[in-house]
């Protein structure tokens, strides 16, 4: 009674996996599902050497003739079997299916004739006869390879196999069905005996004497118009959707079958009714993608095995996910739960299809996600001009500056040589969604004779690259990409993480354009508008006249220009806002990026003071309060255009929640002086429009100063944004845009950090700041409304950091909020 189990019957015997092997178990569960499975027995792996004995194994075939309702050797519904083997877990190394047992030269012509193929049954016969020539019957291994490679044709091969038994083999080949099995079950116990299956074994840390399962299963002859085999998957895997994925061949099955080779599964014998319900079940049962491998004999479809696909694809897990969860059969939190953060990233963003046989020219920090080819231009002139007819561009340099910014927006893709994740390149690419590739070693770019120099390859502009903003990986030539966006199902699923986490996510975003982008991917506000990105490109003299300004006068002429500028601006970017909150930076500014290069101011007295003004350590020098502190109009203006700004758009029912944020402080009597000029602004505003415009006034955190002094802060700030990008600069001292590339990449290789603390929130050091400035604003103003807007707002796990602090929302570029919102529940769940 538990030597020979009937599928179906292990667990009624009260055998385990372990006994009957993942097939048998697996065949166990679809007849308990009701589902069709091909008529066959387990020899539970305790008892699989009896089947070695001539008594068993005639009792095998008998139990497979009964369980199948045909018998070996009819001529008019033939039956023959299969012999296979398993252990309690899917493993590698398994020896091979025999198939074709019950083959003999005197019903080998009529078996053909029933199925009308002759080479599928000759081809299947001679791999069984090969195997137990060499594992049960004591042939060499070698005469029978060569008979293998000698002989083409499958028929003469079988015959040339069968002679070498004669002459070598310790018996002849038995004509008796029964014979035939004892012998198959015998060769594939000794060839999992063999050394090579031994280390096998032992490399993927399976016990040396594992015991395997054997499975002889009918084998049911038909004709080929309504017989043959197959594999299916449950969904299709571009769009997710449930939609039975396979092919389907026609003749005997000997092994599994090569994928993408046979004829689609419409052209199915018999239909795919049931085989679309078989994969429904198991997807309800098994919670999972599934996949199996089937046969039809006279239009039936019977399956041979079933399980959760390996690895399935991205899309297919999420619409199962929200399937299941519409179903009732999950809950929304679990189905939530079973997509990462990450996984939202790689669906948002388009990847290369790589066949491994792609040229890796170099590999650099992933500095903004999403795969691209274009043509190399090298500056961003050449970038504007080969876009605007369309062509896809990767813009190659050194470093980027804000001047570049137009080319950057033209090109599909950016690389550059120096610069970190923080670097202007980085930060500008993942704001527009460009994907890029940054700190790429050894890039040199002579733009005097147009090439670069990218790993060992010198390229020429006009010259193909491939660049993955995920890996760093950079390649030779246009690869192709894929463009799915995402499947629908993940806004669903979105939208349930929104209803179950408790930080708000933002966008920091500058303009209506990035706006609507990060308010389209669920942003619910703006947590950072950088005003000085809005003076790049042709608008960047605005600044640069205010600042090299020769005499009072000039200069309140450019700050008018500023304002108009400004106005304009504003009023785009709160219309695009609509009633959500938006906070505003006032100008921090980096001088070296706004001031001309030596040589190219427009007079010497300009150069003179431009001079005056280069700095040794700009990100440490004039910037962000302290230029306002220096050019006492600046900020002023910039309120006043804000607030004017407000009005215009209240005028039409809208009314942002405005947020005014003081970049750069350390002190809290530069808040206090700040803080001062935008009361000023709002009091001359309401004193021209005859409006109070509602807003709160706050600060950046991004110094280690003003988290320590976070206290003193609050009583001027309404809210705080923590500004992680220089507060962990300036918390290690670490530059921002040098030290990647080679502290960080050694500090990685030592083990002293396992990711730069530009992309994961530093928890001890930068994170205690954090904690610290926390808890001391809130002992001064209870409800003070704290955020972070650093590049760590769209990181998994410093967002769930954030979550730990109980901030109030994280801001992000607008093509990680998704990932923002993900993260964000994952952290509460
Ligand atoms: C920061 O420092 O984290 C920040 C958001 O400001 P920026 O990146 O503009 O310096
Ligand atoms: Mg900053």
Not at 620 to 634: F, P
Not at 707 to 714: F, Y
Request: glycine share 10%.
């Amino acid at each position: 009674g538990r030597v020979l189990v009937p599928y179906g019957q292990g667990r009624i015997r009260g055998l385990d996996a372990g006994e009957l092997g993942a097939h048998g178990a697996a065949m166990d569960r679809l007849v308990a599902l009701g589902l069709p499975v091909v008529p066959g027995l387990t020899v539970p792996a305790g008892a699989s050497a009896s089947l070695c004995e001539p008594g068993t194994a005639r009792a095998a075939v008998e139990l497979v003739e009964q369980v199948s309702g045909r018998r070996v050797g009819d001529a008019g519904r033939p039956l023959l079997l299969r012999l296979s083997a398993g252990a309690p877990t899917e493993i590698a190394g398994l020896p091979p299916d025999l198939a074709c047992l019950g083959v003999t030269p005197d019903n080998a012509e009529a078996l053909c004739a029933v199925i009308g193929r002759e080479e599928a049954l000759y081809e299947a016969w001679a791999a069984s006869v090969r195997m137990i020539a060499e594992y049960a019957l004591d042939v060499p291994g070698a005469p029978l390879d060569d008979a293998l490679l000698d002989t083409p044709a499958p028929r003469a091969r079988v015959e040339a196999l069968l002679a070498l038994v004669a002459r070598h083999g310790s018996q002849p080949f038995p004509d008796d069905p029964a014979q035939q099995l004892a012998l198959a079950a015998r060769a594939l116990l000794a060839r999992w005996d063999t050394p090579r299956a031994r280390r096998s074994r032992r490399a993927q840390r399976l016990p040396a004497d594992l015991a395997l399962a054997l499975y002889v299963q009918a084998l049911r002859i038909g004709p080929a118009d309504h017989s043959g085999y197959g594999t299916a998957v449950s969904r299709h895997p571009e769009t997710g959707r449930f939609s039975p994925q396979g092919s389907f061949f026609r003749g005997v099955r000997r092994s599994a079958p090569p994928p993408h080779t046979g004829e689609p599964l419409d052209r199915l014998a018999g239909g795919t009714a049931l085989l679309e319900h078989s994969l429904l079940t198991l997807e309800r049962h098994l919670h999972a993608p599934v996949s199996v491998d089937f046969e039809v004999r006279d239009d039936e479809i019977a399956l041979l095995a079933a399980s959760a696909q390996q690895r399935p694809p991205l899309r297919a897990s999420v619409c199962l996910a929200a399937d299941l969860a519409r179903e009732g059969a999950l809950g929304r939190e679990e189905a939530v739960l079973r997509i990462t953060p990450a996984q939202v990233q790689e669906l948002l963003h388009p990847q290369f299809r790589l066949t491994g046989t792609e040229e890796l020219l170099v590999r650099g920090l992933p500095a903004s996600p999403g795969a691209a080819a274009g043509v190399i231009a090298l500056s961003s002139e050449r970038a504007l001009e080969l876009g605007a007819d369309g062509t896809q561009v990767v813009l190659v340099a050194h470093e980027t500056t804000p001047a570049d910014v137009p080319g950057m927006l033209a090109s599909a893709a950016v690389l550059t040589g120096s610069g970190g994740i923080a670097s202007h390149a980085a930060v500008v690419a993942r704001g527009a969604g460009r994907p890029a590739v940054c700190g790429a070693d050894g890039l040199r770019v002579d733009r005097a004779v147009g090439t670069v120099r990218i790993g060992g390859r010198v390229l020429r502009e006009g010259d193909a690259v491939s660049l993955d903003g995920r890996s760093g990986a950079v390649y030779a030539g246009a690869l192709p990409v894929s463009v799915a966006g995402p499947p629908p199902d993940l806004s669903t699923l979105l939208e349930w993480a929104d209803e179950t986490r408790r930080l708000a996510v933002r966008v920091n975003a500058d303009t209506a354009a990035e706006v609507d982008t990060a308010v389209a991917l669920g942003a619910e506000g703006v947590g950072l508008c950088r005003t000085e990105h809005q003076f790049l490109g042709e608008r960047l003299p605005l600044i640069r006249r205010v600042i090299l300004a020769a005499d009072p006068a000039a200069r309140d002429e450019a700050l008018v220009a500023l304002e108009r500028a400004q106005h304009e601006d504003f009023r785009a970017l709160l219309t695009a806002v609509g009633n959500r909150p938006v906070t505003v930076r006032l100008l921090d500014a980096p001088l070296h990026e706004f001031l001309p290069a030596p040589g190219q101011a427009l007079d010497a007295a300009e150069e003179q003071r431009a001079a005056a003004l280069r700095e040794a350590n700009p990100m440490l020098g004039l910037r962000g309060v302290r230029l306002a502190l220096l050019h006492e109009r600046l900020y002023p203006a910039q309120a006043e255009a804000l607030f004017a700004a407000w009005v215009d758009v209240a005028a039409t029912g809208v009314r942002p929640a405005l947020e005014v944020m003081v970049p750069l402080i350390s002190l809290p009597e530069e808040l206090a002086a700040a803080a001062a000029y935008v009361r000023e602004a709002a009091d001359a505003v309401a004193a021209r429009t005859g409006v109070r415009v509602p807003y709160r006034l706050g600060t950046m955190v991004e110094t280690p100063r003003a988290a320590l002094l976070a206290g003193e802060l609050a009583e001027h700030a309404e809210f705080f944004s923590f500004g992680t990008n220089d507060l962990t600069q300036l918390t290690y001292g670490f530059s921002r845009d040098d030290v990647e590339r080679q502290v960080l990449a050694s500090y990685q290789e030592r083990g002293f950090l396992t990711a730069s603390p530009f992309a994961r929130l530093d928890p001890h050091g930068v994170g205690a700041l954090i904690a610290l400035a926390v808890e001391r604003a809130r002992s001064v103003r209870p409800g003070i409304k704290l955020g972070v807007c650093g590049e760590h707002g769209g990181d998994p796990e410093s967002i769930a950091f954030c979550d730990g602090l109980g901030l109030d929302y994280v801001s992000c570029s607008a093509h990680r909020v998704p990932v923002a919102r993900m993260a964000a529940a994952h952290s509460v769940l």
